[in-house]
């Protein structure tokens, strides 16, 4: 992580949660975090406990309702202004909205629209073109996915917030294939994990049900995520991660394994095709224990 030492980062969604512990982390790693949310506050004590723990880099709050596009807009212009501009993007804000298919509101798919599509695509947009206008040829863009953005489970409350992140898995796609027609050497990278405890669920049900939902089973937590956003950004300039799937073996359904496995045959033959090294990790966590699988190509 030392080169990105002194460099700028924004974490969207870095009030709680896997934003906040991707700021933290990245802050450890003496980078300058510019981190949004609306609730600014917990982002501002975040940034004390960064300063007391005396960690080298900073964290700067901003106040940003993701759903509305001038406030991005106004963000973006702030940074540039205050810290030259963007060298790495963290889309991880996101929610789910309990709003089956056959009888959910349309404000809560408008919503799930806005944040986890609409938002993660103006800011791409917003870093990749602050990184041009400073020649920044080794920047990063890191979308938080899903497993959710791999596979449908049968679970109505979730269904439209799948296709959000479906939405996530082609634009991280779309958006490789842009930066290489681009001949840039930025990279995008998706992120999925498995479960992770943080306020979604709470957010989503009510604080009972997450609660129950969490306790049953051993899930990853923001920690782990971090360390995955870590891990990408210290990968060397000839390699890509692409795709970092984060699964719960204990909850791993018959979909987790198909979808893994046609990832396996799908890059195995995509091999031939690209022109960039990347490397697949799928991180499985048994328990306690963690083991990984390492699968590097080329
Ligand atoms: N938790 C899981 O099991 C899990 C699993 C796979 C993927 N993910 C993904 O991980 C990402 C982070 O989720 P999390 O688990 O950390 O959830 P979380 O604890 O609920 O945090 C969500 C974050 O998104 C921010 N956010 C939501 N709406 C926003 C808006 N309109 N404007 C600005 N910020 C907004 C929230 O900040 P404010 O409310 O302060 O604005 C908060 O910081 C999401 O993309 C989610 O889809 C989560």
Same mark, same amino acid.
């Given at each position: 992580?030392?080169?990105?030492?002194?460099?700028?980062?924004?974490?969207?969604?870095?009030?709680?949660?896997?934003?906040?512990?991707?700021?933290?982390?990245?802050?450890?790693?003496?980078?300058?975090?510019?981190?949004?949310?609306?609730?600014?506050?917990?982002?501002?004590?975040?940034?004390?406990?960064?300063?007391?723990?005396?960690?080298?880099?900073?964290?700067?709050?901003?106040?940003?309702?993701?759903?509305?596009?001038?406030?991005?807009?106004?963000?973006?212009?702030?940074?540039?202004?205050?810290?030259?501009?963007?060298?790495?993007?963290?889309?991880?804000?996101?929610?789910?909205?309990?709003?089956?298919?056959?009888?959910?509101?349309?404000?809560?798919?408008?919503?799930? @629209?806005?944040?986890?599509?609409?938002?993660?695509?103006?800011?791409?947009?917003?870093?990749?073109?602050?990184?041009?206008?400073?020649?920044?040829?080794?920047?990063?863009?890191?979308?938080?996915?899903?497993?959710?953005?791999?596979?449908?489970?049968?679970?109505?409350?979730?269904?439209?917030?799948?296709?959000?992140?479906?939405?996530?898995?082609? @634009?991280?796609?779309?958006?490789?294939?842009?930066?290489?027609?681009?001949?840039?050497?930025?990279?995008?990278?998706?992120?999925?994990?498995?479960?992770?405890?943080?306020?979604?669920?709470?957010?989503?049900?009510?604080?009972?049900?997450?609660?129950?939902?969490?306790?049953?089973?051993?899930? @990853?937590?923001?920690?782990?995520?971090?360390?995955?956003?870590?891990?990408?950004?210290?990968?060397?300039?000839?390699?890509?991660?692409?795709?970092?799937?984060?699964?719960?073996?204990?909850?791993?359904?018959?979909?987790?394994?198909?979808?893994?496995?046609?990832?396996?045959?799908?890059?195995?033959?995509?091999?031939?095709?690209?022109?960039?090294?990347?490397?697949?990790?799928?991180?499985?966590?048994?328990?306690?224990?963690?083991?990984?699988?390492?699968?590097?190509?080329?």
């Amino acid at each position: 992580m030392d080169r990105w030492r002194g460099r700028v980062a924004l974490v969207t969604g870095a009030s709680v949660g896997i934003g906040a512990a991707v700021a933290k982390e990245l802050v450890r790693h003496g980078m300058k975090v510019m981190g949004c949310a609306r609730d600014v506050e917990k982002i501002q004590k975040l940034a004390a406990e960064c300063q007391s723990a005396g960690h080298s880099g900073v964290l700067v709050p901003f106040k940003c309702d993701l759903s509305n596009e001038e406030e991005i807009l106004s963000m973006f212009a702030a940074i540039k202004e205050q810290h030259k501009g963007v060298d790495v993007c963290i889309n991880n804000a996101g929610l789910a909205h309990t709003e089956p298919l056959l009888s959910g509101k349309t404000s809560g798919w408008k919503n799930m @629209l806005d944040v986890n599509v609409l938002a993660l695509s103006i800011c791409t947009r917003e870093a990749y073109q602050s990184m041009k206008e400073r020649n920044v040829d080794d920047g990063h863009i890191i979308n938080i996915n899903s497993m959710s953005g791999h596979r449908v489970i049968m679970l109505a409350d979730v269904h439209f917030y799948t296709a959000t992140k479906f939405a996530v898995t082609a @634009l991280t796609e779309g958006l490789r294939h842009e930066l290489h027609e681009a001949n840039t050497h930025i990279r995008a990278t998706s992120i999925s994990p498995g479960l992770v405890v943080t306020e979604f669920a709470q957010r989503m049900y009510s604080a009972d049900k997450s609660a129950a939902a969490y306790s049953k089973i051993k899930c @990853l937590e923001a920690i782990d995520v971090a360390n995955s956003v870590t891990y990408v950004l210290s990968a060397p300039p000839h390699v890509l991660v692409c795709d970092f799937f984060s699964c719960l073996i204990n909850t791993v359904t018959f979909l987790d394994f198909a979808f893994l496995f046609t990832v396996e045959i799908s890059c195995l033959f995509a091999h031939n095709q690209i022109t960039f090294n990347f490397r697949r990790i799928l991180f499985f966590q048994i328990g306690e224990v963690q083991m990984r699988s390492v699968e590097q190509l080329l």
